[in-house]
């Protein structure tokens, strides 16, 4: 993965060439360190307060949304950190899910060894897809990714020995103890906090890093000494990792699995939610999947055409945030530190 010792002195001029490249691109710092510790304590404080505040279906929005926020950051370590934008991601959350409520409902067998069971098979999907997709790129690599997934989907509908076809599984799996709501929601909001831990501290990790390099220039990388060929592969394994994590946290929550969660309606939500909150930011993921999820359920309650207002805040977003939500608003803040100065 590393160039040899031999190689590495000649390479130096090429590394800082690329670390300068980084260091240009690199967004100003608008929020100071205090800043941002008031900001994180007030967002631990609401996340805290809901179950509290806004009990029932309100509570279960947010449980829905902290679910699908951790498949939209798993998505967006491919697509912002990578570069590769995956539309296979729904199908590995999906396939998570149905082995635990195979395992539950049909087996009779524990939660817990359901949950390692999903996401060794949603991990064991990753790495299919990331053998067949890393040699690919660009628009190639998201065709690839669509096919793979539509492979799957077509599974889910006609194994229905397993799968239960259309009408898809059902059952309760998580444990009793998870049965109250503010229980079941702390259970998530622990689980997905930690994931959301993991899959920063990878984006920003040597590893991670040299993702973004391989995002910016492959032959440069190569250039460099690095199998960037293996590198994807690792990357596109720990992403499917935790898609196939949240897809065990989607089975406890909606007890229910169809082909429809595996289908690519489940991909494009995932990949909007990135685009929306912002893509290469990881966290634009939690405020996309919050907005998304939210016009979800607000406008779906005075018209039946919500599809068509989502669509049409999806075409607004890239016209006058193409660098999404959470980008969009770290622009303002850096340009109104500018103004302070100045």
Known sequence: MRP???MRE???EVGDALADDALTRTPPRVMSSRARLIVAIACVALLVAVPFVVPGYKTSLVIETLIFATLAMSIDLLAGY?????????AIFGIATY????HVTTGGGSPWVAMLLGVAAATVAAVVFALLAIRTSGVYFLLLTLA????VWGMCLRWTSVTGGENGLRGTVAPAWLAAQPVFYFFILIATSLMTWLM???AHSPFGLTLQGIRESESRMRTLGYNVPLHLFIGFTVSGFFAGLAGTLYAFFNSFVSPSTVALAQSVEGLLMVIVGGVGTLFGGLVGAAVIIALENLVSFYTERWPMVLGFMFIVTMIFAPE??????RTLLARRGAEHRS
């Open 4 to 6: 040899p010792l031999s």
């Open 10 to 12: 000649p390479l130096e």
């Open 82 to 90: 990578a570069g590769r934008v995956s539309l296979g991601h729904g």
């Open 99 to 102: 082995v635990v409520l195979y």
């Open 148 to 151: 793979l997934g539509m492979i």
């Open 200 to 202: 920063w501290r990878f």
């Open 324 to 329: 999404g939500l959470l980008g969009f608003a």
